[in-house]
């Protein structure tokens, strides 16, 4: 297992799966009756008699494949990806239960660590699933000095979050913007 954290579609799993076991069974009891001698139901055989009348590449065909195509491929995409990307899965050492942080939790973390370096005026934070891009901005200081401060600062802090894969980090540090 990789660990990543899985939404609940338990809802419209369920809703998906109801209307499909109705269809089907609808159907299969139709396609009884028939067997057995009875006519067909009625939306049966219009259905029928409109693909019948209708040639392949008629607007309303076409357009109803697409639809039942691209419902098709997007319950596919549903059913494989996981839906919480937002959530960064933490280690497991010892303990058997899973913990996850959210992506703005781990942004405001690291925040609140390079704001206490000392020259920094303001920071923004970006956090994402593989990357955290820091953007600092130093009113004194040497700018590397400062970059690499707060490198150092953010490292420790990733580390001490216990992510499972840590994020790549990228620090930029600039003057502020001079008064006109």
Not at 29 to 51: N, T
Request: net charge positive.
């Amino acid at each position: 297992m990789n660990g990543r954290f899985w939404s609940v579609r338990r809802v419209p799993a369920a809703l998906v799966a109801l209307v499909v076991l109705g269809g089907a069974g609808l159907l299969l009891y139709d396609i009884a009756a028939v067997r057995a001698g009875r006519p067909g139901m009625r939306w049966r055989r219009v259905l029928l008699e409109e693909l019948d009348r209708r040639p392949l590449d008629d607007v309303w065909v076409l357009v109803g494949a697409g639809a039942a195509t691209a419902l098709g491929l997007w319950l596919l995409v549903l059913a494989v990806t996981p839906g919480l990307r937002r959530v960064l899965p933490m280690r497991r050492d010892a303990v058997p239960v899973r913990a996850g942080l959210d992506r703005e939790a781990v942004a405001l973390v690291l925040r609140d660590r390079a704001q206490a370096v000392p020259g920094v005026r303001s920071v923004r934070v970006r956090a994402r699933r593989r990357a955290v891009a820091v953007r600092a901005v130093s009113h004194f200081r040497d700018l590397d000095d400062v970059r690499d401060d707060v490198r150092a600062a953010l490292d420790d802090g990733i580390d001490e979050l216990g992510l499972k894969r840590p994020p790549a980090l990228s620090v930029r540090v600039r003057r502020p913007a001079k008064r006109r």
